[in-house]
């Protein structure tokens, strides 16, 4: 448990004295919601948790690529593959939650006649998605730039199917996009419940996956034999 | 002089004057240095010296103990065993046999 | 260099060259209160610092090193290639506890691998490799993290063992000085300089009182102090009792290590 908390303590202090990455983290979603803040209600707060969905799997995809070097060693050092993914995962998953209580309030404020609880639950499925979402992209591509370049169009793809479709529901992030209609449209609970549901099992499948990575990256090979000490 | 030849003679022959010199009693590294240059051997480095002095204390030839001298700092003084007696005697003997025939040979070389 | 500075500088070699702890601090000592009392250069009274360790050496002998221990690293027959390029071809060393042993060869022969290849970072396409106790592993750059302070570092590879977070920051603290580096600053590990970074690099790789110790070239951007620290810290670890492999192309080494395995030997030509 230390251990996991450890990572996930050494993530944030990463993430917070990268100023510069933390800064673009705030403003991307900003930025959306402003474009779209004419138009309808709902194309503002759709292009907000996008926004988030973006933001918190580019952290996790620079996590993750930060740590390639560190982590076989942290491995050597005691630590076993679970305590690093799902230590940077709750590191990220708490940033996650702090980077959306300011635009959670920014919706409170500024738009009425919403089921604000929603937006909540929506804002936490894009953290829970992209945190796991960010670091499979982080630990498949080794370089950032490509990896921001599939996060990239995946968000692009996001915001141009119609969601309706059934090849947006293979979209990471179309939970959110569920609930928001939910709360902002005020439409019939099945949308809230498809929305949660996806979002579980994305969420679950990412870090399924991600786990399954981490295991084969840094597992103990077979050449090298452990021997007690004499 | 050629410094170099003199280094050659003295390298074969120090630890001999260092037994010589304790006999008259425990010494210390600078003191015998000072000694030595006093008796005209000509200056000796500390680092000629100490290693023979660590020799002979290997050897059993010396023994050396630490003590605080009179105002100055802890000094190690070397004193002579009875094994270092018994060395000096044959080891000077042999010495003295070696260089009456060379002084005898290089006194004619050099007068005539 | 002053009389402490010279002074220093054999204490080092003394201690490189084995010489039984006491016996040295006497040796040091002797020559200190020599300096003292006749003054002048000790350059010029006692020569060079290693000349004069050498000529002590001869002069007492050095203490029969601790016996070599049992076998804490044994890696057989190891062959990789990358596609049809063969890198190590049956490569293999036996390092006991309590020795150093010098991983050596031409650029682009292997080193790096064969360390890998022992550290599990790397599978071999033949071979096998024993390690027995805690593994250390310090890589040629890249095992730090950017935006960490080097106190994060020692809680981070301290929390590993289940350390605490004082007794880590201590511990590294005091790993540090044993290479000359003060860790108690508040710099990121990215504005370290190179070889600072390369000390946090060791430290880390320590911590963790590995009982085999394998390092890549740890000593890149080191000036000739932090170098002579490097290897009194190797050679205290070796007297502990651990097991220690380090690669490097620097040959004038070799004389203060017990294995050496020769990779440019061991393969002529580099390829299947």
């Known amino acids: ?46 292009a907000l948790l996008l926004g988030i969905s973006w933001a918190v799997s580019t952290a996790a995809l620079f996590a993750t690529s930060a740590a390639r070097e560190i982590e076989p060693r942290l491995r050597l050092a005691g630590y076993r593959p679970h305590h690093l993914y799902l230590g940077r995962m709750l590191g990220l998953w708490v940033l996650g939650l702090a980077v959306s209580v300011p635009f959670f309030l920014l919706t409170v404020f500024d738009t009425t006649n919403l089921r604000y609880a929603g937006i909540a639950v929506a804002m936490l499925c894009c953290v829970a998605v992209a945190a796991p979402f960010g670091m499979l992209i982080g630990a498949l591509l080794p370089r950032e730039l490509e990896g921001t370049l599939l996060l990239l169009t995946v968000v692009a793809m996001q915001m141009l199917l119609d969601p309706a479709s059934s090849g947006a529901k293979l979209t990471p992030f179309w939970s959110s996009r569920e609930i928001g209609t939910w709360a902002v449209d005020h439409t019939d609970d099945g949308y809230l419940t498809r929305g949660l549901l996806h979002g579980l099992v994305v969420t679950v499948l990412l870090t399924v996956t991600v786990a399954g990575v981490f295991a084969v990256r840094l597992r103990r090979r077979r050449h090298l034999h452990h021997v007690p000490l004499t | 002089m050629d410094s170099d030849r003199r280094g050659q003679w003295l390298r074969g022959v120090l630890d001999l004057c260092v037994l010589a010199l304790l006999r008259e009693g425990e010494s210390y590294g600078y003191q015998l240095a000072q000694s030595l ?64 025939p060379v002084t005898g040979i290089v006194t004619k070389g050099v007068e005539g | ?74 890696a057989r027959g190891i062959t990789k290639r990358y596609g049809r390029r063969t890198v190590l071809r049956d490569a293999s060393l036996t390092v006991r506890a309590g020795q150093i042993a010098a991983v050596v060869g031409a650029n682009g022969c292997g080193k790096s691998t064969f360390l890998r290849i022992c550290a599990g970072l790397v599978s071999p396409d033949a071979g096998e490799v024993s390690v027995s106790g805690r593994l250390g592993y310090c890589p040629q750059q890249g095992g730090t993290a950017d935006f960490l302070l080097p106190d994060e570092h020692f809680v981070l590879v301290g929390a590993g063992q289940g350390v605490a977070r004082g007794p880590a920051r201590r511990a590294g603290r005091a790993a540090a000085r044993h290479l000359g580096w003060d860790a108690e600053g508040d710099v990121l590990a990215r504005h370290l300089s190179g070889g600072t970074r390369q000390k946090l690099n060791l430290t880390m790789s320590t911590l963790a009182e590995p009982d085999v110790l394998l390092l890549d070239e740890p000593y890149q951007g080191f000036d000739q102090g932090s170098y002579v620290n490097l290897w009194d810290q190797l050679i205290r670890l070796r007297d502990e009792g651990r097991a220690i492999v380090v690669v490097t192309h620097l040959l004038n080494q070799l004389d203060r290590v017990d294995v050496v395995l020769d990779l440019t030997t061991a393969q002529p030509g580099g390829r299947s």
Request: proline share 7%; charged share 20%; glycine share 10%.
């Open chain 1, 1 to 46: 448990m230390n251990r996991l908390v450890t990572v996930a303590e050494m993530t944030l202090r990463e993430l917070a004295r990268r100023r510069g990455v933390l800064l673009l983290l705030l403003l991307m979603p900003l930025v959306f919601w402003l474009i779209r803040r004419d138009s309808h209600v709902g194309q503002s707060i759709r």
């Open chain 3, 1 to 74: 260099m002053n009389a402490d500075e010279w002074l220093r500088a054999f204490a080092a070699e003394l201690h490189q060259r084995r010489v039984a702890v006491d016996a040295a601090r006497h040796v040091v000592a002797e020559a200190a209160t020599h300096l003292r009392e006749g003054g002048g250069d000790p350059w010029l009274v006692f020569g060079p610092p290693p000349s004069y360790a050498a000529a002590i050496v001869e002069s007492i002998g050095t203490t029969p090193g601790p016996r070599p221990g049992p076998v804490r690293l044994h």
């Open chain 2, 37 to 100: 240059d006093a008796a005209g051997v000509g200056p000796i480095q500390g680092g000629t010296l100490y290693p023979v002095l660590l020799r002979l204390q290997r050897t059993g030839l010396v023994t050396a103990q630490w003590r605080a001298g009179g105002s100055g700092p802890a000094r190690k003084y070397y004193q002579l065993t009875d094994d270092g007696r018994a060395a000096l005697h044959q080891g000077g003997n042999a010495w003295l046999a070696f260089v009456a």
